[in-house]
């Protein structure tokens, strides 16, 4: 007897659908997991290299501009002044505020500069990790990703964005909301 097929009805294919998702996201999973762990590896290790090497601001902007969410950071960065950011700005004050933080990093490279970084944990978009020096001490580190991007990153207790949007609203604030304050902050270190 020949079997007869039919048209998958709409609530059919819903209903396929929605069993097939939970079982797509399961299995993508372990993969998002693993995607995020080995880059954020490769990139505290190529980071760490540079902080090894001396700490050159344009290897660790380099580093920002090919690893991480920079523009959506630097926006965040700015907290309740982000609307009042004028107009044909943005790219400006995105390049200064990308280059303030790998500035910082260059400074502050040797407080940082250890052998390697090992991952202890992955889960729900965040890394752990430690931080190993040459002499055997460790300091813990936490990486947030989303995309395959880093938007954030939290070294012995202290997230990165949070630090910056602190510090960029604190120069807007003192100086009325003046964006040019923020530029020469930003490109001097002093506001």
């Known amino acids: 007897m020949a079997s007869r097929s ?11 659908a929605q069993a097939a998702l939970p079982a797509a996201v399961l299995l993508a999973a372990p993969a998002a997991l693993a995607d995020d762990r ?11 290299a540079v902080a090894r090497a001396g700490g050159s601001p344009s290897r660790f902007r380099s580093l920002l501009l090919r690893y991480s969410a920079y523009q959506g ?4 960065a700015l907290g309740r002044y982000r609307s009042q950011l004028p107009p044909g700005e943005r790219e400006r004050y995105v390049a200064l505020a990308t280059a303030y933080v790998a500035n910082t990093f ?3 490279a040797r407080s940082f ?12 978009g965040m890394v752990s990790g430690k931080i190993v020096f040459a002499d055997g001490h460790t300091a813990n580190v936490d990486w947030r990703v989303q995309r395959g991007k880093i938007i954030d990153v939290n070294i012995q207790g202290v997230w990165l964005t949070l630090q910056l949007r602190d510090q960029f609203t604190g120069v807007l604030s003192r100086n009325n909301g003046n964006f ?3 530029f020469r902050f930003l490109q001097t270190g002093r506001g």
């Open 6 to 16: 039919r048209p998958i009805s709409r609530r059919g294919l819903l209903g396929l």
């Open 38 to 48: 080995q880059l954020v590896t490769e990139v505290a290790n190529e980071a760490l």
């Open 73 to 76: 950071v630097a926006m965040f």
């Open 106 to 108: 260059a400074r502050n």
């Open 113 to 124: 500069a250890g052998e390697r970084f090992v991952p202890t944990g992955a889960g729900d």
């Open 180 to 182: 040019d304050a923020l």
